[in-house]
């Protein structure tokens, strides 16, 4: 299988609507090894609050927004590591 | 459109996630399905060592035959997937975090512990149902998740009335029961209904099968809350779902018998012979709960004194099997369990799911340490009724109430008493007795 990231302006976006726990942090991790700003899109509660988490810890600057049982998780290399 | 390559992943998809846990600093479990609860002691061995490396060296063993970690780290995940895919293992898929309906899975299919032993032998139903359901893209979202029980023992040591569908066995074929469930979900608390007809060992699985597309295709999709197929059968009337089956599969032999034929609700196999002259031999184990050590305990005994092969049961015990030399078995045994609590006692997890302020297994011991009695015991800690109180003669469901943590308590099903304080339940469970006896 492949993940497809839809490019939008400068970021990339990855849909994980409907994968359980824990493909979205795993399918985020991967993505961002090959992309530095990305939209990820989960509708699985759990990953909604582990992605952000995660990749903060991490040292990534993360933004989350929730719209519609939706949550859009932006994702950047924060510039100040 | 960027491509990445992840293969690694797809075997995994659909068949393997983590649950939601909310309590105990856990913020993820992991839940191994056994299907029939049939283990032997390499993969009891391993299932130990997961737990060390993963999960704190706790386990417990669930009232649908699995064995469920906790605090597993969803980044390791993968790591733990992959080594119980080289087992031949899966877990639940979990959709119960998403707020959609369309995220559910057949659950383990449940199994008499003895199967083989007392009873016909249904390990190849058992297996060929989770087979076929296990990461089959058709099946993987259904409206709400479905739980099927299979019986051969002519017991109800599989619970059931709980069952989204159970199957029966009385001799020449299976009597299935449907649309039972035990949570608030519609149309509440619903004891599984016995359909008159007969189902033979050959036809089980295009049977099961056609009842979960019937799932498929008309429960509810919008709401949660009406989801279950419980809700379906309520609605349908049996009638109307046996019409639907027999339309699609051709008909079955009628019988007329009903639920009396199950004499008494949620037994547990103790202790006795088997068809083959050996002995099984069942521990108690309170609520579940189990260490790494024990594990390996269980592995190593089931080896030394049997063929290496145990069994979990619904009330959350570890049956030996296979026993020749019984009395040394539960010599050994006594050192390290209290082979005096009783064997009919289960609390669900809330610990874990964070519901409850004072929890299900703390509630559970309390009774079994101060209420010397055989009688069954069930807590909840919510309305989700995961411990099926409504089964137990003793059953009791957990809420918040303005702050407090309070029960209600059943007795044999009947509501008893409302809003009772932890420290008060061993009164009204006492009093309650006494009512029902009189």
Same mark, same amino acid.
């Given at each position: 299988m492949k993940l497809k990231l839809e490019k939008k302006g400068e970021r990339y976006i990855l849909d994980c609507r409907d994968l359980t726990c824990p493909f979205p942090l795993t399918m985020t991790k991967l993505a961002l090894k090959k992309v530095s700003k990305l939209e990820v899109i989960t509708n699985n509660p759990p990953s909604a609050k582990d992605i952000p988490e995660l990749l903060t810890k991490q040292g990534y600057k993360v933004d989350v927004n929730r719209e519609d049982g939706l949550w859009r998780i932006f994702i950047q290399k924060n510039e100040d590591r | 459109?960027?491509?990445?390559? *992840?293969?690694?992943?797809? &075997?995994?998809?659909?068949?393997?996630?983590?649950? &939601?846990?909310?309590?105990?600093? !856990?913020?993820?479990?992991?839940?191994?399905?056994?299907?029939?609860?049939?283990?032997?002691?390499?993969?009891?061995?391993?299932?130990?060592?997961? !737990?060390?490396?993963?999960?704190?060296?706790?386990?417990? #063993?669930?009232?649908?035959?699995d064995i469920q970690l906790h605090w597993i780290d969803p980044d390791t995940a993968i790591e733990i997937f992959e080594r119980l895919y080289k087992m031949g293992f899966t877990t639940d898929l979990c959709g119960q975090a998403f707020r959609e309906t369309c995220h559910g899975d057949v659950r383990n299919v449940v199994c008499c512990p003895l199967m083989g032993k007392i009873s016909p032998d249904l390990g190849q139903l058992v297996k060929k149902i989770n087979d076929f359901f296990t990461g089959n893209e058709r099946y993987i979202t259904l409206p709400h998740k479905f739980k099927i029980a299979i019986t051969a023992c002519r017991n109800d040591c599989v619970k059931l009335f709980a069952n989204d569908l159970s199957l029966f066995w009385v001799g020449d074929g299976f009597i299935p029961l449907v649309g039972g469930g035990m949570g608030v979900s519609l149309p509440g608390v619903r004891f599984a209904e016995p359909m008159e007809i007969k189902v033979s060992l050959e036809r089980a699985f295009e049977f099961v099968k056609t009842v979960v597309d019937i799932h498929n295709e008309f429960s509810n999709t919008h709401s949660k809350a009406k989801a279950r197929f419980k809700l379906l059968v309520h609605e349908w009337g049996v009638e109307k779902l046996r019409d639907e089956i027999e339309k699609r599969i051709g008909a079955f032999p009628e019988t007329s018998i009903t639920r009396e034929i199950v004499k008494e609700i949620?037994?547990?196999?103790?202790?006795?012979?088997?068809?083959?002259?050996?002995?099984?031999?069942?521990?108690?184990?309170?609520?579940?709960?189990?260490?790494?050590?024990?594990?390996?305990?269980? *592995?190593?005994? !089931?080896?030394?004194?049997?063929?290496?092969?145990?069994?979990?049961?619904?009330?959350?015990? #570890?049956?030996?099997?296979?026993?020749?030399?019984?009395?040394?078995?539960?010599?050994?045994?006594?050192?390290?369990?209290?082979?005096?609590?009783?064997?009919?006692?289960?609390?669900?997890?809330?610990?874990?799911?964070?519901?409850?302020?004072?929890?299900?297994?703390?509630?559970?011991?309390?009774?079994?340490?101060?209420?010397? !009695?055989?009688?069954?015991?069930?807590?909840?800690?919510?309305?989700?009724?995961?411990?099926?109180?409504?089964?137990?003669?003793?059953?009791?469901?957990?809420?918040?109430?303005?702050?407090?943590?309070?029960?209600?308590?059943?007795?044999?099903?009947?509501?008893?008493?409302?809003?009772?304080?932890?420290?008060?339940?061993?009164?009204?469970?006492?009093?309650?007795?006494?009512?029902? &006896?009189?």
């Open positions: - | 459109m960027l491509e990445i390559e *992840a293969d690694f992943l797809s &075997k995994f998809i659909g068949k393997y996630s983590l649950g &939601k846990d909310g309590g105990n600093g !856990s913020s993820h479990f992991l839940r191994i399905k056994i299907p029939g609860g049939v283990l032997n002691c390499d993969s009891l061995m391993e299932i130990a060592d997961l !737990s060390d490396e993963f999960g704190r060296g706790y386990a417990e #063993i669930t009232d649908r035959q949620g037994i547990e196999h103790t202790h006795g012979i088997q068809s083959d002259g050996n002995y099984f031999f069942t521990v108690p184990v309170l609520g579940g709960i189990l260490d790494s050590d024990k594990l390996r305990l269980v *592995a190593g005994l !089931s080896k030394d004194y049997g063929n290496g092969e145990i069994r979990l049961t619904l009330w959350q015990n #570890i049956t030996f099997v296979d026993i020749e030399d019984v009395e040394t078995l539960k010599a050994e045994l006594g050192k390290h369990f209290n082979l005096e609590i009783p064997h009919r006692a289960v609390g669900c997890p809330s610990d874990f799911c964070g519901k409850t302020l004072v929890h299900s297994k703390q509630i559970v011991k309390d009774i079994i340490h101060n209420l010397a !009695s055989d009688l069954s015991v069930a807590v909840s800690g919510c309305v989700n009724g995961c411990a099926c109180h409504p089964l137990a003669d003793i059953g009791l469901v957990g809420k918040i109430k303005h702050g407090e943590q309070v029960y209600d308590l059943y007795i044999r099903g009947k509501l008893v008493k409302k809003d009772i304080r932890p420290e008060k339940i061993l009164l009204f469970i006492t009093e309650g007795l006494h009512e029902i &006896k009189a």
